[in-house]
Structure formats: C-alpha cells, structure tokens
C-alpha cells in the first residue's frame, strides 16, 4: 500500500497546482480502486496522501474505460466511475484525478539529464511510432465498439437522455397524482 501511495505522491509532487488543490480536503479519508490497484490514504495539510487506519469517507472506483479515456486524454465515461460515501469529496477528489498526468521525461531527466531525456523520449516515439499509433488506434476503435456497437458502455448523451426521459416522467407522475386527487375531492364533495 505505501508503494502505491509514493506512487501517487509522485505524480502530484509533479503538479503542484493540483496539490494545492487536493490539500483543501486536508484530514478527509480517500479511497482510489482501479483493479487490481487500490490505495487508501488521508489528504495532508500539504495535499499529499498519508497511509492510515479506517475506512474512507469517499471511495473514487474507476473502470479500465477510465484508464483508457484518460490515455487518450478525453474525460471518462459517466459509467466508468463511481462514487461511494461523501459525493462531494469524491467527485472533488475525482476531477483532481482525472486531471493527473505522469510526466516521465521530467522522471528521465533526474536519471540521465535533460538532452538526454529528450532525445530518449524522440526515439522512443520514433521506435513506436507506426506501432504504437496503431495501438492507439486499436484502443480507440475497441473502446468506441463497447459504447456504440455492443452497448455494454452508455455514451454521456445516452445516459443524459435517459436521465431526461425520467424526470419528465417523474413529473408527469406527479401532476398526475395531483389530478387524481383533484378528482377523488370534487367526487367526495358531489357525494355529501
């Protein structure tokens, strides 16, 4: 557990924007599953993560379709995260993640200096270049074949439709209920 929370420490000392942000849920018990990974830790006044005891008071739960999106540097699918315990922390928690980047030209230059570093990262895109574009592209096309061909993923505009389509009929129910005993009034009024 502790090498994942220096993990994750590392990745925020490499932003400190998003330290400075995360530092305002000081005290608070933060949970982060993407399996098989999970980490536990409570937010220090320094927005650092700390190990400790208890359960979290927000549990941040993300998919591998999350993982994905992120890679391909779009904002995850509303089914791909979920959120347990004190929505508010979770979801404050979970943009800060979602906006988390590893910069690992920063992580190679400490090791071989920053020329160096550069022309590493050059020829790493250049060794990957037609093969990693098109692992890329496969990636892309099989995240795209989950939400639109075999719907196991719902697209932010079907979930929003679906969420539309029930308020209205939440509150078609509503002012039917409302009709309903309108009528029953005017009914038992005829009676007497």
């Known amino acids: 557990m502790r090498v994942r929370i220096a993990v994750f420490n590392h990745l925020l000392g490499q932003q400190p924007a998003l330290r400075a942000e995360l530092a305002r849920h000081a005290g608070r018990r933060v949970g982060i599953v993407l399996p098989p990974a999970a980490l536990t830790g409570v937010v220090t006044d320094q927005g650092w993560l700390a190990a400790c005891e208890g359960q979290p008071e927000a549990v941040i ?7 994905l999106s992120a890679l391909q540097g779009k904002e995850a699918a509303l089914g791909d995260v979920t959120i347990e315990g004190d929505a508010e922390l979770g979801m404050a928690v979970g943009r800060l993640l979602a906006r988390l980047q590893w910069d690992a030209v920063e992580d190679l230059s400490r090791v071989v200096g920053d020329v160096a570093a550069n022309r590493l990262q050059s020829m790493a895109r250049g060794l990957l270049g037609i093969k990693g574009e098109i692992g890329w ?11 639109e061909e075999a719907p196991m993923l719902a697209g932010r505009h079907q979930v929003e439709s679906f969420i539309k389509n029930v308020d209205a009929l939440r509150d078609d129910a ?16 005829n009676k007497e």
């Open 61 to 67: 739960r993300l998919r591998h379709g999350a993982a």
């Open 137 to 147: 592209r496969l990636a892309e096309s099989w995240i795209e074949h989950l939400r």
């Open 174 to 189: 509503a002012r039917l209920d409302k009709r309903l005993a309108r009528l029953e009034a005017a009914l038992a009024g």
